[in-house]
């Protein structure tokens, strides 16, 4: 079992940047290949970012590209996803999950473990 934990969302103005933290409670933090998705109000959830568990592989959703950056550090069990350049369509709940395989996945039922989330508000 892995317990997920994210933090730093908020409301943030248009052009803004935020910083997200997903901790993690697994030891074996490096086995798991992490990823951020977001959901809208009214639609799917969806990927936005991923990274490989030694962090060498890293992926982005075309909205994120230029945009975002998804590091991790695996002596602190934590990913996160440094976000600029915020626009209102970024709105969303952001949650991080945790496939129990090295290698990213864009799907989200390829991910074992969820956090509870954390709201993402940009005003215009």
């Known amino acids: 079992q892995a317990q997920l934990v994210e933090s730093g969302g908020g409301l943030v103005q248009a052009g803004g940047s935020l910083r997200l933290s997903c901790a993690a409670s697994?030891?074996?933090?490096?086995?798991?290949?992490m990823g951020w998705f977001r959901q809208a109000p009214g639609k799917e959830r969806e990927f936005v970012a991923g990274i490989s568990g030694s962090g060498n592989n890293i992926e982005y959703a075309d909205s994120a590209k230029g945009r975002f950056t998804i590091s991790r550090d695996n002596a602190k069990n934590t990913v996160y996803l440094q976000m600029n350049s915020l626009k209102p369509e970024d709105t969303a709940v952001y949650y991080c999950?945790?496939?129990?395989?090295?290698?990213?996945?864009?799907?989200?039922?390829?991910?074992?473990?969820w956090g509870q989330g954390t709201q993402v508000t940009v005003s215009s």
């Open positions: 999950a945790a496939r129990t395989y090295l290698l990213i996945s864009r799907r989200p039922n390829d991910y074992d473990y």
């Open positions: 697994r030891r074996t933090f490096s086995d798991y290949a």
